[in-house]
């Protein structure tokens, strides 16, 4: 990824620079931080995989498998293996046979499952249908048919 000079920065993003300003090296190495970040924690699977190791943990491939609907073996294979070079989740092999594996969230992978948690409330807040919602979404339904 090129980020390249008219892009913003973290500092852009917190209203600590004025807009006008030309961006440094340093805001432009921080921009290229957040979208590489940004970028590798939003691909498809990662942010259910983080959920589901902070239900429980530690936790087993398959049973990860299991409390993650639809994501194939592959998927959460690939989903497991970033998140443990970026430091969020640790593999620990236990030298039996067969060999068995446990995943479980490191300090920096609870941090994060903190943040999602209140990234979760801000979608149960904002996008969960209310009842009344619900309500009048079915009433404009019924309208239209009547209508035709």
């Known amino acids: 990824m090129v980020v390249v000079a ?5 500092k852009y993003l917190s209203k600590l620079t004025p807009v006008d300003q030309d961006i440094t090296k340093e805001q432009s ?5 957040l979208h590489s970040a940004w970028n590798d924690l939003t691909k498809v699977w ?7 190791l902070s239900l429980k943990q530690p936790a087993r491939f398959n049973e990860l498998k299991r409390r993650i609907q639809n994501i194939s073996a592959t998927s959460l ?3 497991l293996n970033e998140l443990d070079q970026r430091k969020v989740i640790e593999r620990k092999v236990y030298p039996e046979t067969p060999p068995r ?6 300090k920096k992978g609870v941090e994060l499952s903190v ?3 209140t ?3 801000w979608v149960m807040k904002w996008d969960k249908p209310s009842n009344n919602t619900t309500r009048a979404n079915d009433e404009k339904v019924r309208a239209a048919v009547r209508s035709k």
């Open 77 to 79: 294979a690939e989903r």
């Open 115 to 117: 943040i999602l948690g």
């Open 46 to 52: 990662t942010l259910p995989v983080i959920h589901a």
């Open 101 to 106: 594996v446990e995943y479980a969230l490191t």
């Open 29 to 33: 190495e921080e921009c290229h931080l």
């Open 6 to 10: 008219n892009q913003v920065g973290a």
């Open 119 to 121: 990234l979760a409330e």
